[in-house]
């Protein structure tokens, strides 16, 4: 039986790389679909509304577990063979493209009413009322809870573990498996997911307060 040791480590942190690329591939990813979410959730038309409404709460109604199964299996049963890769960076994307829609739609609400109703009486279009007054505004609101739920893209990734992409945790899984020292192991687990996160969450805290300070002046 092999011991926990430094090649075991070095194994691990290897594999850090694809918890790192799997976390830029679902935010860059959920970035798109969230502002889609987010402009069509306060857009003019109806239809609009209610499709991104009905996206939202699938993906927020449901684990990204399943999301995650989902898409890994039900991609062959269409006849497309789909990388695990690929699989984790879709389910992924659906959801944090829900939940950064919803935290964005929050945010363009969150700007004050005069400015909406200062647009309509210089009869702005929606796509000029946002590009030219709402979003500048509702950008620099919504950068820490952006930052913030990067974490929560980034602890997700671990459970891509699930379908078989070696990420961090299917990685510890695997030295687990061979050295049979579960607290060592996922000790080191545990340790590189906070480096990789603990500096996210002090920036988030940091951008946060200066957006506070902002405010009370």
């Known amino acids: 039986m ?3 040791g430094w090649a075991e480590f070095l ?3 290897e594999a850090a790389k694809w918890t790192i690329t799997l976390s830029v591939l679902a935010f860059v990813g959920g970035s798109l679909v969230g ?5 069509a959730r306060t857009s003019d038309v109806p239809a609009l509304r209610h499709v991104a409404m009905l996206f939202t709460r699938i993906f927020q109604g449901t684990p990204l577990l399943l999301q995650l199964f ?5 991609a062959p049963v ?3 063979e789909i990388d695990p890769l690929i699989a984790a960076a879709v389910a992924l994307t659906l959801n944090s493209g829900a939940f950064l829609g919803e935290i964005w739609r929050g945010c363009i609400d969150a700007v004050p009413r005069g400015q909406w109703e200062a647009a309509h009486a210089l009869s702005l279009s929606y796509y000029w009322r946002m590009r030219a007054i709402v979003l500048p505004q509702a950008f620099k609101i919504a950068v820490p809870p952006t930052v913030g739920y990067l974490v929560q893209i980034v602890k997700g990734t671990s459970l891509a573990a699930i379908i078989g992409f070696t990420e961090i945790t299917r990685a510890g899984q695997i030295i687990n498996n061979a050295t ?3 607290l060592l192991v996922f000790g080191a687990v545990g340790a590189l997911y906070f480096v990789l996160c603990w500096p996210l969450s002090l920036w988030a805290g940091r951008l946060e307060r200066r957006n506070l300070r902002a405010g009370a002046r």
Do not use: D, E
């Not at 502002?35 to 402009?39: I, S």
């Not at 989902?70 to 039900?74: D, I, M, P």
């Open 11 to 13: 194994f691990i942190l």
């Open 70 to 74: 989902l898409v890994f299996f039900g």
């Open 180 to 182: 049979f020292q579960p």
């Open 35 to 39: 502002l889609l979410v987010a402009l």
């Open 78 to 80: 269409l006849g497309l």
């Open 2 to 4: 092999r011991t926990f």
